[in-house]
């Protein structure tokens, strides 16, 4: 079984890895699909998102990172897969989370999302809240995997200096 995890990853953080850690064990192949995001303007741009979760996930031999543009549907169709994987934190999520799916099922039936809950550790973190610590110069480092540490401190230009793993 193949399945497909979306997302910004704007920057990757350790709720995300462990959602990947967590899919990854259930499924043969997880391949982490990095949303280009035309949009928006990411804070990272897309090679260093790419970068980050690369480094982050060596120790994963059945994870593979691309990026994708468009429909997340469209982008599960290339890869060979039906399944496409998201967290949820707490309820707010829900009503965003489903909205997608089901918008997702309304363009293709055959494509079903599964949800994991998120590791209570984690549950709070997200790529912004994540953003505004780095900031202000706080530390990041029980938050984010370290090469997005590094990443932050670079590009907030702060004081901070995580320490080496
Ligand atoms: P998007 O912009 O598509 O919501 P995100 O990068 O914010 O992309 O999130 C991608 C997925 O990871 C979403 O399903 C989100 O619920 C999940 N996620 C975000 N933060 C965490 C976390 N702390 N723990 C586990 N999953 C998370």
Known sequence: MKALYPGSFDPL????LDLIERGASLVDELVVAVLQNPGKSPTFPLDQRLHQITASTQHLGNVTVISFDGLTVACAKEQGTRLILRGLRAMSDFEYELQIAHTNRSLDSDFETVFLTTSAHYSFLSSSVVKEVARFG??????VPKVVAEDLARFFNSAFIPPSR
Request: glycine content about 20%.
């Open 13 to 16: 953080t350790l709720g995300h």
């Open 138 to 143: 706080g530390a990041v480092e029980h938050m």
